[in-house]
């Protein structure tokens, strides 16, 4: 029988053609004789999408400490150096010094690539000698002041907010599956060599880097829920 692909919360779907396992990414593929009454359940129809996307100006370099530039970990709100030139992935970097860090919390709030805005909150704790990274999980257009609380521990921890060499596209809200199809430097198309972020949705390493001189386009496709 036809199937149908839904976003649904739960484990598992009992439905009246069959029995469905929700996986990690919280959806399931189910018998399309199931759809509605699962949409009467709280489920979402999921469909493909396919989308083009070009930067409006030509997105500067990745740089350490774009952001926000290094400086001390301490409770409070970090200063914002600049926003995102264009939509693109942000990390977060925080280190230790010789000590751990055994507690705390920063409170991120941004305006993501899908246009819905998120807080995410990033566990501070980390062995001693030790830098993390935390990409935030979405193309980040706007960020708003993050927020440090509870830090305990570390000797002179550090932290900085980056900008990286993957581009943000539009997608919709929940867009999951997001895979690149083509991709062009100043309207030429560029063979392969692309990168697609594992970890923030929407987000892609074009061939060429970015320098602050070269326009991007994208051909790209992503699932979400039919509105």
Known sequence: MPTARIAFTGGVIQGQYGTYQVGSDGTATVDTRDVIPLLGKGASLLSNRSAFYTTPVGPLAATSGRIIASGALSNGTLSIS????????????????????????MAITYVANDGQTYTENLALALAASSIGTYPLSRGCIHISTPIVTALAGGTSPFRHLDTTAFLAVPVDPVAQDYATVSEAADGTIETGGWSDSTTSIGCVSPLTAPNGTHTFSMFYQFVAPVI
Not at 89 to 105: C, D, F, H, K, L
């Open 82 to 105: 600049n926003q995102p030139d264009v939509m693109r992935q942000v990390n977060v970097v925080w280190g230790t010094g010789t000590a751990p860090i055994s507690a705390g919390n």
